[in-house]
């Protein structure tokens, strides 16, 4: 193994880390001694590689984190500030303000998750998803049959994939009800759980394929989801990683926009081309926000 494919590996499992320890006691000291390296080395090689100090990655992570307590939960804005480590809620609701141009009580009252400035988890080596953006959603309707199932997640892991959970649903679905594996309609719905640090999700899976309704009643019912405003996004490739698309649009497309998501039902329609290249279109409720948005890296 060469020394710069080393050192994106030392960095990479320091990353995962650092995620798994957020809601811990974390300063560069304690990121050093758990890396072996001193902090001056870890910090250049750390900047180097992600583009970002490691005490701005900690901070920016750790504010999206906020983000979805306060969006996705019903927790305490001050127990909030105490589980991610900072002085007092003050300081914290001081440091929201600045990076998000609003405090966390009206953030919470917004309902919508506004990810101005927020920095998603950074994965090395991997590749942005080619997505063009389909077109701006007003007034739509998308009527679909097929059945929900409802899971629970650690607020921790939001902005993991979900593809374990949501695999067996789907080979569960398409073996009860016989419909095309090739051509299905999926959405998603996050509210909040039964404690302050999990997230309930309903995942709908099933078409929009008129032929197709009515055909398994004792699995299948109708669902309308109802678009005010939304975006439409179309990716083709051999491969597609619906995360990867997720993750990119609302990180970094929305903020283009400045728009934020309502965290109403989100949908992905897949498909396959005549050459059997994937086709995936996402749509995502979205409100305007009126902000001045800074470059990244």
């Given at each position: 193994m060469n020394s710069e494919i080393y050192h994106y590996c030392i960095i990479g499992n320091l990353i995962s880390w650092i995620e798994n320890n957020l809601e811990n006691e974390l300063n560069s000291e304690i990121?050093?001694?758990k890396s072996g390296y001193s902090i001056n080395y870890l910090q250049r090689k750390f900047k180097k590689i992600t583009g970002y100090s490691i005490s701005e990655y900690v901070r920016r992570r750790r504010i999206f984190r906020a983000t979805l307590y306060l969006c996705l939960?019903?927790?305490?804005i001050s127990a909030i500030s105490k589980c991610l480590g900072y002085r007092s809620s003050s300081v914290f609701i001081h440091l929201f303000k600045k990076n998000f141009l609003t405090t966390p009580l009206v953030y919470r009252r917004n309902k919508v998750l506004d990810l101005f400035n927020a920095l998603p988890r950074i994965e090395l080596m991997k590749e942005r998803p080619n997505i063009e953006i389909d077109r701006h959603i007003e007034h739509e309707e998308i009527t679909l049959y097929g059945k929900i199932y409802t899971y629970t997640i650690a607020v921790t892991d939001f902005d993991k994939p979900h593809y374990p959970i949501r695999k067996v649903f789907r080979e569960s679905f398409f073996t009860d009800t016989g419909f095309n594996s090739d051509n299905y309609c999926t959405a998603a719905w996050y509210s909040p759980s039964y404690d302050?640090?999990?997230?309930?999700?309903?995942?709908f899976i099933g078409t929009?394929?008129?032929?197709?309704?009515?055909?398994?009643?004792e699995h299948c019912k109708y669902i309308t989801m109802q678009?005010?405003?939304a975006k439409s996004f179309r990716c083709t490739d051999h491969i597609i990683n619906p995360y990867d698309i997720i993750i990119?649009?609302?990180f970094r497309i929305l903020k283009e926009y400045n728009e934020g998501w309502t965290t109403e039902w989100d949908f992905e329609r897949f498909g396959l081309t005549d050459n059997n290249r994937v086709t995936l279109e996402y749509i995502i409720p979205v409100r305007y926000l009126n902000k001045q948005v800074k470059n990244e890296h």
């Open positions: 990121i050093s001694n939960t019903g927790k305490r302050d640090q999990h997230i309930d999700v309903s995942y929009d394929d008129i032929s197709m309704m009515n055909s398994c009643p678009f005010k405003n990119d649009v609302i």
